[in-house]
């Protein structure tokens, strides 16, 4: 299966500036996701990524708030926005595996981002 | 719209009982399920899907399409087994996202 490395794996940030968040896989993928785990609370995915054409929102988010840049099939960047408390949560990436191979998908180990 | 209810926020087991996880789910076409698991301070990672029919760690998850349900079950709980188990759902040919429950912490008891 694919390997993710996201970065940073954790950062506190002043209320008002924004973050970006980077996801390199380890091979080729079309479509990259980003989720937010706010705490206590589900995987909640925020976008679809695909290389070439912009990104896909879900009901809630918007681009202006998520900016998201797919620069090429192994990379990716999700950046939040003139960010408030709210804002605090764990941000991951995911990537599509080789469905015939039985891999599922794959995430990343997680951005843990806190907004003071 | 696709939808994964996980009813339990908490199971709590003793060492060397039988485990249940339970999950329906809602969709309209035909659905991947899967389940994944977050041990402590470690990146979630997928424990093991309905397709392939396997047994992970000692788990199974037969998709009942009747039921529109996807339990998760290991016969003897083992201390390790202790962690956060999530559902998911996506639908079949790729290119879908993945649907997640709202997770059930598993606690196994010495």
Same mark, same amino acid.
């Given at each position: ?18 973050? !970006? ?17 706010? #705490? ?11 290389? @070439? ?17 797919? #620069?090429?099939? !192994? ?11 709210? %804002? ?9 595996? %080789? ?10 180990? @997680? ?6 | 719209?696709?939808?994964? !209810? ?7 087991? /003793? $060492? ?42 000692? /788990?199974?998850?037969?998709?009942? $399409? ?37 997770? !059930? ?6």
């Amino acid at each position: 299966s694919a390997v993710i490395s996201q970065k940073p794996s954790r950062d506190i940030c002043q209320r008002g500036t924004s973050l !970006t968040i980077q996801c390199q896989v380890d091979s080729q993928v079309t479509m990259m996701f980003w989720y937010r785990q706010q #705490p206590g609370q589900s995987l909640t995915l925020i976008a679809t990524a695909n290389q @070439g054409s912009e990104a896909t929102y879900e009901s809630g988010f918007v681009i202006d708030k998520f900016p998201i840049s797919r #620069p090429n099939l !192994t990379f990716s960047t999700l950046t939040v926005s003139n960010m408030s408390p709210e %804002d605090s949560s764990i941000y991951l990436c995911s990537v599509e595996g %080789d469905r015939e191979g039985g891999y599922g998908y794959t995430f990343g180990s @997680g951005t843990r981002l806190t907004v003071v | 719209a696709q939808r994964v !209810t996980q009813p339990e926020k908490l199971l709590s087991v /003793f $060492k060397g009982a039988p485990v249940e996880l339970k999950c329906n789910y809602s969709y309209s076409g035909s659905p991947e399920l899967f389940w994944y698991v977050q041990y402590s301070r470690q990146r979630l990672q997928l424990l093991l899907r309905h397709i392939s029919r396997e047994s992970i760690k000692g /788990f199974t998850a037969d998709l009942n $399409k009747g039921e529109t349900s996807f339990h998760l079950k290991k016969p003897f709980a083992q201390e390790e087994d202790s962690a956060m188990y999530y559902c998911a759902l996506t639908g079949t040919g790729g290119g879908n996202k993945l649907t997640f429950g709202t997770g !059930t912490q598993l606690k196994v008891e010495l």
